[in-house]
């Protein structure tokens, strides 16, 4: 979201027509009033409440007998910024940039280390407001982290698309709102005279179309976003749209209804366009043709549904389970029998079925008169005679 002042209202109708269009919005970058109204989104993601937070801001703009109260000496900037803060403050807090629901980003000009500084952490209010002091009007913002002066975003770069390119965005779309500068300008030779100027805005002469001192300013402050910006028009990582705002100026707050809706219905008329077209956006495909649906093949009659748990677990215990095909009948019933005598006595340890001999049988069947597993030393010694007579025996 490119900055522009007042004119920065129509991002609230274009991110309005964005959900509309059904695209979504996973990462958010702003300059100027880009920041401001990027932030809003970030922090509410309703369309509702973004547009009451933001004309509620700029009407607080154009109550002037405030900032009247904000003049001061112009050492530095024609406002101490004091209310310019407090209005911005009252609509964050003391959020920070990490905390918001989606990755956003904001530009400012920092004019102590002559470079372009973005912030993706720290405090969203005052990076906000270095973003969007212009120079004159507002001092900078010293950053609290490093004391270093912040300015506008604008002046090194007004539409940060290919600052979000570069954080991992693959399809970007980047809505301009900055002012047009006026280019074709009057040719007046080799020199110029003010009192000429001046005799040019008399009735009944021709006007001539001369930058002022202001304007000269303004030009050369904003010379490297010029380029910038149009390398972001040219390119084809994003695609450029600007709505039909030319007309109203940069302090226009009082007209924020009228600038939501111009943005609101150029993206609407703009996607939709594109739709009929049938020249659907990269970030926006083409839906797919339907998959018919197999009918599932049937593969049994019986209705199950009539049938409760309690139904189910009765049919299974009525299926006859055959006998294990490695044990014979009357190993079944002697295992039968010794289940019945461990009610009344114990077992000696025993090895399962198959390691001994057949003959052996009746010696893994004695049994113990205690209740215990464990074998005794007195008991040791008997089991060890018993056996040897046994043996001696066959």
């Avoid at 120079?135 to 090194?156: K, R």
């Avoid at 294990?324 to 009344?344: F, I, L």
Wanted: aromatic share 10%.
């Amino acid at each position: 979201l490119g900055g522009g002042g007042a004119r920065g209202a129509s991002h609230v109708g274009m991110v309005k027509a964005i959900q509309e269009a059904g695209i979504p919005i996973d990462m958010v970058g702003g300059v100027s009033i880009g920041a401001f109204m990027g932030a809003l989104w970030c922090t509410e993601r309703n369309v509702t409440t973004m547009t009451q937070k933001a004309r509620e801001w700029s009407k607080k703009m154009t109550q002037w007998w405030r900032q009247l109260l904000d003049l001061t000496y112009p050492a530095t900037s024609m406002f101490k910024g004091s209310y310019f803060n407090q209005t911005i403050y009252s609509t964050f807090g003391d959020t920070y940039i990490e905390d918001l629901w989606l990755p956003y980003f904001t530009i400012t000009t920092d004019i102590t280390a002559s470079v372009m500084r973005i912030h993706t952490h720290g405090s969203l209010w005052r990076y906000i407001r270095g973003s969007m002091s212009l120079s004159g009007y507002m001092p900078p913002l010293c950053d609290p982290t490093d004391g270093h002066l912040l300015l506008d975003g604008g002046y090194v770069n007004n539409l940060p698309a290919d600052v979000m390119k570069r954080c991992g965005a693959k399809y970007i779309l980047a809505i301009d709102v900055g002012s047009q500068d006026d280019m074709d300008l009057t040719n007046y030779g080799d020199d110029l005279s003010g009192w000429w100027l001046l005799l040019k805005r008399l009735p009944f002469t021709s006007p001539v179309k001369v930058p002022n001192l202001p304007d000269i300013q303004s030009r050369l402050a904003y010379v490297s976003c010029v380029r910038q910006l149009e390398e972001v028009k040219n390119s084809d990582y994003c695609e450029y749209i600007r709505p039909p705002i030319d007309k109203y100026t940069t302090l226009q707050f009082g007209s924020f209804d009228e600038i939501k809706d111009v943005g609101y219905n150029h993206g609407k008329t703009f996607f939709t366009g594109m739709m009929k077209g049938g020249a659907y956006p990269p970030f926006l495909k083409s839906p797919d043709p339907p998959v018919p649906k197999t009918v599932p093949r049937k593969i049994s009659t019986v209705q199950s549904t009539s049938y409760t748990f309690t139904d189910l677990a009765q049919m299974v215990c009525k299926v006859q389970r055959k006998p294990y095909s490695g044990a014979s009948d009357s190993s079944d019933d002697d295992y039968e029998a010794d289940e019945e005598d461990t009610q009344e006595v114990g077992y000696a340890s025993e090895p399962s079925g198959n390691i001994l001999d057949s003959n052996h049988s009746p010696l893994m069947r004695r049994r113990r008169t205690g209740g215990s597993l464990s074998l005794s030393e007195n008991e040791l010694e008997s089991e060890s005679e018993f056996y040897s007579r046994t043996r001696l025996h066959q």
